[in-house]
């Protein structure tokens, strides 16, 4: 957990001296969404890349 807590800390350094309460919780839970998404594609649990063409392609035509 240790290891979290300095990530998060740096994280907050790194912002500007003006950042808000609420950029602060939307610098976490953009973390948080895309540490989750690693983790799936890490279990194998991510779409091909020819499968999201595939359903890209029906929003995309003209």
Do not use: C, N
């Not at 500007?16 to 610098?27: F, G, R, S």
């Not at 194998?44 to 929003?59: L, N």
Request: glycine residues 6%; negative net charge; aromatic residues 4%.
């Amino acid at each position: 957990m240790a290891g979290i807590k300095k990530q998060v800390i740096h994280m907050i350094e790194s912002l500007p001296e003006d950042v808000t309460v609420d950029d602060i919780m939307a610098e976490l839970y953009f973390k948080l969404q895309v540490d989750a998404g690693l983790r799936e594609l890490d279990e194998g649990k991510g779409i091909p890349h020819e499968e999201v063409e595939k359903r890209m392609s029906k929003w995309l035509t003209k």
